[in-house]
């Protein structure tokens, strides 16, 4: 990151999609922005925080058609809901605003019009996907396939989740619409094309000349190039909620042009809608965009050679974070792991999750894990054990011994000096993005404090030489405030109130130093607590043991019986076992079916559950002794009761190992026993 100067700073994070929630996930990156903007505002840079969301789009028109109502009601639904959820985790966005508005309407048609009067647009005829039921084109996220480059499953069609390529909808292998299912048919259009290709020189040298970027971005970003760029459809067919580009009858600009244009028209937002002023200032501003590792291709791309094209400022840094996982998991409902932020913060003090990511959170492009265990140790060993502690005890110990009052301060500089470098530490982490590290030195100091009060301990000191006793509980003081100031980009409130108690207010990073004497403090309140509470994650499936009472032929398949089960109540289930086993081996046993699924039918016959077998040479079932309806577990997981469908079945992973059958660290269990099947290590359960 460059250094700190004078010249305003407007910092983006990429625009929510408004026909959804906010959840924990997205919360990485607008927590990891406003830790930023924070701390730039600390140290009194003109920095703003503009973000909008993200309006347009198929999705948007089909969500308002599935509930009856116009688009503009549905995103107006969700911005109020999504700043209400920005608001509850302290972040402050000077700027939040829509790109549905005119100002974002200006700039999409400026920035066209430009691209347009340097020949680098043009119009050609595209082959698109169409579905005949629909009657309608299959924008990219009305239709999903295999990726045309990895090969990964169920990728929609513009860019794959899976490896970052970008993609046309007619190149997925095996589509399908995502509204009806059907196999979609090709159809000719003409659309609108940007010139991408023509700013392969100039965006390699942009890469090389800004140091600014993480290392594994250039990587990335050196493949792409490597392969040749292609031109970029920027148009898409009616019906579409979107901006129809000018003199065009059924054409709109593709969302993805006028998505990141919302940067500049929140920006504008700020100006009272001044878009002449707005395009100076953006201009002569430095600009600094966070986003996810999923947005990559657009943003270090399409997005620079469109303000490259069109003769605007390009950001001097994007900042890239992975994804979140939940207790090394990908969020899962299914599994009780996954979280909207209005759930998050009605369950813990949303401070808490700010601490969190601020203390796993750097410039690398690793995912960022929400490991639960070490959250509840992290909040009550750090933010409570030691921060929270040392400010409260040096506090209270000032209103009991010493009337709340300080006077003067024990001036004792290996503890100065060894607090002033690690601020000096601080400063240059936080402007690196790397909180995990100022977090790091911040709780240093803190344990400074907590020894240097514990060594001197003033409340025997007091009786001897009360001067100095309150001499040395004065500089704890001073580490207190000091310790509020560097907290403040990652706990506002707990730093405002901090604040508060020392009879202070608005301290700036100016204000870090050893000079707070001759006050008198408020009353210690304790300000963060501990929790004991901690989220269970549960297994997606509702195993049980099932008797089997009686085993029937399919009567329109060869291969398959019709299972009269018991799992504590009456069932029937379809299975592909008949080639393995005759009806005596199973009738009166017991084994592991899954309770949740979906019913669904096979050849006609409704099935109601599914068992669990080896994918080996025998489909070996597993046998267990009990009695129907006693629940199967893997450890101390407790099972998922919501329905699930095949499909989620099938993404679970477990296998056999050590003769048990596994997933993840977990052995199955029947009544607090391990279940054994004979079988080699890795076989799979299906």
């Not at 589509?175 to 392969?200: A, D």
């Not at 919302?262 to 430095?286: C, V």
């Not at 490991?371 to 040096?394: A, M, Q």
Request: charged share 30%; proline share 3%; aromatic share 12%.
């Amino acid at each position: 990151m460059t250094e700190l100067n004078k010249k305003r700073i407007i910092v983006t994070a990429a625009l929510p999609y408004a026909n959804g929630s906010i959840h924990v996930g997205h919360l990485v990156e607008y927590i990891q922005t406003d830790i930023f903007v924070k701390f730039l505002k600390l140290t009194e840079e003109k920095a703003m925080y503009c973000c909008a969301d993200d309006t347009h789009g198929t999705p948007i028109q089909i969500s308002a058609e599935k509930e009856g109502i116009l688009p503009e009601e549905l995103i107006g639904r969700y911005h109020k809901e999504h700043l209400r959820d920005f608001k509850r985790f302290l972040i402050d966005f000077d700027s939040y605003y829509s790109t549905n508005s005119k100002e974002n309407k200006y700039f999409s048609d400026l920035i066209f019009k430009r691209l347009k009067k340097k020949n680098l647009l043009y119009k050609k005829e595209v082959e698109l996907a169409y579905c005949k039921k629909c009657d309608k084109f299959l924008p990219d996220r009305y239709i999903k396939g295999k990726c045309p480059n990895c090969g990964a499953e169920d990728q929609y069609g513009d860019v794959c989740e899976k490896c970052n390529s970008t993609h046309k909808t007619t190149d997925l292998k095996d589509p399908y619409c995502t509204i009806c299912g059907k196999t979609p048919v090709r159809k000719i259009s003409e659309h609108y094309f940007f010139k991408l290709s023509e700013f392969q020189d100039k965006l390699s040298k942009w890469f090389e000349q800004n140091k600014n970027l993480q290392p594994e971005i250039i990587n990335y970003l050196k493949n792409w190039l490597k392969e040749g760029l292609q031109d970029w459809d920027i148009s898409r067919d009616g019906p579409y909620f979107g901006f129809k580009i000018p003199d065009e009858e059924n054409l709109y600009y593709y969302v993805w042009l006028d998505a990141p244009i919302g940067y500049i028209s929140s920006f504008t937002n700020t100006l009272k809608g001044d878009t002449k002023k707005a395009e100076k200032e953006w201009n002569d501003s430095r600009v600094i965009h966070f986003i996810g590792k999923d947005i990559i291709y657009f943003h270090f791309l399409f997005w620079p050679a469109m303000l490259m094209g069109a003769d605007f400022t390009l950001p001097e840094n994007i900042v890239v974070h992975g994804f979140l996982t939940v207790n090394k998991e990908k969020m899962s409902k299914s599994r009780g792991t996954f979280f909207t932020a209005e759930e998050f913060a009605n369950k813990y003090n949303p401070e808490y999750l700010r601490y969190y990511y601020g203390k796993v959170l750097s410039k690398k492009l690793s995912d960022v894990d929400l490991d639960f265990k070490d959250f509840k140790d992290s909040i009550n060993n750090e933010l409570v054990g030691n921060l929270g502690n040392f400010c409260y005890r040096t506090l209270s110990f000032t209103n009991k011994f010493f009337d709340s009052e300080i006077k003067d301060i024990e001036k004792d500089p290996k503890i100065i000096t060894e607090i002033e470098d690690k601020i000096e530490k601080i400063k240059r982490h936080y402007l690196d993005v790397n909180y995990n590290q100022a977090s790091k030195e911040i709780l240093a100091i803190s344990d400074i404090g907590n020894q240097y009060f514990q060594k001197n301990q003033p409340w025997k000191l007091a009786k001897e030489d009360k001067e100095k006793a309150r001499k040395v509980v004065a500089l704890c003081i001073n580490i207190v405030k000091n310790l509020s100031i560097l907290m403040q980009p990652i706990l506002p409130e707990f730093s405002k109130k901090v604040q508060q108690q020392l009879g202070l207010k608005d301290l700036k990073w100016k204000d870090l130093n050893f000079s707070y004497k001759n006050k008198k403090i408020g009353k210690a309140e304790i300000l963060i607590e501990k929790f004991e509470e901690i989220i269970e994650e549960t297994f997606p499936l509702d195993l049980k043991l099932a008797k089997i009472e009686k085993v029937n032929d399919h009567p329109d398949a060869d291969k398959l019986y019709v299972l009269d089960i018991d799992v504590g109540r009456k069932k029937q289930m379809v299975s592909s076992i008949k080639d393995y086993y005759k009806p005596k081996d199973l009738e009166g046993k017991h084994i592991v079916v899954v309770d949740n699924l979906k019913p669904a039918k096979f050849r006609g016959v409704i099935s109601q559950a599914m068992l669990l077998a080896l994918d080996d040479k025998d489909c070996t079932l597993l046998f267990v002794d009990g009695k129907a309806g006693d629940p199967v577990t893997f450890g101390n997981l407790k099972n998922n009761k919501e329905q699930i469908t095949f499909d989620q079945f099938t993404k679970l992973k477990m296998s056999i190992k050590d003769n048990k059958v596994a997933y993840n660290q977990e052995t199955l269990k029947a009544n607090k026993k391990e279940i054994t099947v004979k079988a080699k290590d890795g076989t799979k359960i299906h």
